[in-house]
Every structure is written in structure tokens, then in C-alpha cells.
């Protein structure tokens, strides 16, 4: 038997429409990137805070591995053999946080920090529930930036307001060791987002868009994760355990143990 990884991305509408085959989605891309390797679930929703993805966090994260409530429990997921994305803020980051009683889609940015690590626990307690010893070499999740925008377009939202929320996943990432894709920078050898030319609707990626944060992640997975890798090696030889034998192994069976 073998065992697949499990690729769960948690955020926001930007995540929920990284499916998108009209935009190449970069969630599309990752699925064809772990095709055979591993199952990509996309738990993007559409509007959401990061107060919002927290408080219901039971029902819309941990509800899907029940009974255990571990997400190690995803069906024929090996131990380790997982990869979490954290890709909230771009809704946070409005200017609309509400008035008058009254709850906006916007959350002050020391909240928001409050929020990201209070996810950040519940994942980690939600894996560590699959290990008596838990993972003291870190865990194998990846914070993703919120990133630039357009405010002609989105006049409750602004790159100075914006990139505050940026810097507390820089921050946090720093603070728990976990790697950060930051959409505002080059330092990974992926040119930053650009509201302009990688967004459709000067929020929402394009296929330019999503190209870059694809191949941000890459260079994030190749880097962090070795064992996460799904490639091939220099034989052209799967680097990363497959789902079901190599078919090189099947052709070479004798026929009567077929």
C-alpha cells in the first residue's frame, strides 16, 4: 500500500478562486503539480476574515477529518506527509470594520495577528493530535502575504493599509519558524505581485497573478519541504512516493504475479 499527501489551503476568496481555470488558478496548478501525489483541497471562502476562518474554524477546517478531528486522518495520508497553506488578509485589510454596532468585513491589524496564531494553534494541536511526540523539527505549513491592490477599485482598501497585514505574517512566520511567501518581494527570484498587470480585477490574481504565487510556493516546497517534492529526480524517477506503483514496476512483474 501507499500512502499520498494532503494539501490543504485555507483562506479567502483569493484562495477559493485559485481553482479557477479561467485565471490558470494557482490552486489549479498545485493539483496538477501533486497530480498522483497527493489530494489539494481548496477550503477558500469567499469574503472571510481571518476572525471568521478562527471562530468557525471547527465546522469549516476540522468538521471534514472527523472523528479524530486531526487532519492526519484524511484518508490514506502518511505522517508528514502533509502541507498546510495560510493565505488570509486581504479582506482583513479593509477599512470597513464595521460602525454603529454593527460587524464589517474589516479587522484592526493587532486582532488580525491575534487571529493568525489562534489558527496557527488549532492546526498544530489538529496534527499534533496524530503524534504523541508532535513534530519539534516544525511543521509543514506555509504563510502567504496578502498582496497589493488596486484602491481605485477597491477604495476600502489601500497597498499602506495593506501592508501592515503583510508584515505581521512576516512577523509571525519569523517568530514560529514557518516559511512565507511574500507576494511584495523578489528575494525569492519570483518578481512581486503588481495590482495592475497580475490582477483581473485589481484584487483577484490573473494568470499572471497566480503564475507568481505558483511558482513562490514552488521555490518554498523545493527549499523547506524536500519530502514534499513532487519531481522527478535525475533517472526520472519520482522523487516523492506515488499513489499506486510506478508503472516501470508494474511492466516488470512476472507475469504470473500480476
Known sequence: NTTKALVLLIGDSITQQGFSTAQSGWAASLADYYDRFGDVVNRGFSGYNSRWILEGFEGLIKHDYEPSGSIMSHKGVGLDKYLITLFLGANDASEDIGVGGKVGQGVEVDEYER?????????????????????????????????????????????????????????????????????????????????????????????????????????????????????????????????GAHWSSMANMPASGR
Not at 511574500?182 to 490582477?199: I, Q, R, T
Not at 503564475?211 to 529526480?233: G, M, S, T, W
Open 115 to 243: 487571529n493568525i496564531n489562534g489558527i496557527l494553534d488549532k492546526l498544530v494541536a489538529s496534527i499534533d493530535d496524530a503524534s504523541s511526540t508532535g513534530r519539534p523539527d516544525g511543521y509543514n505549513i506555509v504563510l502567504i502575504t496578502p498582496g497589493p491592490c488596486d484602491h481605485a477599485q477597491w477604495p476600502t482598501r489601500s497597498d499602506a493599509r495593506v501592508s501592515k497585514y503583510a508584515s505581521v505574517i512576516r512577523s509571525i512566520g519569523a517568530s514560529r519558524s514557518l516559511p512565507v511567501v511574500d507576494l511584495w518581494s523578489s528575494d525569492d527570484g519570483v518578481p512581486p505581485l503588481n495590482a495592475a498587470e497580475d490582477m483581473w480585477d485589481g484584487l483577484h490574481f490573473n494568470a499572471s497573478g497566480n503564475a507568481k504565487v505558483f511558482r513562490k510556493l514552488q521555490v518554498v516546497i523545493r527549499a523547506r519541504f524536500p519530502h514534499l517534492i513532487p519531481e522527478d529526480d535525475e533517472k526520472g524517477m519520482p522523487m516523492m512516493e506515488m499513489h
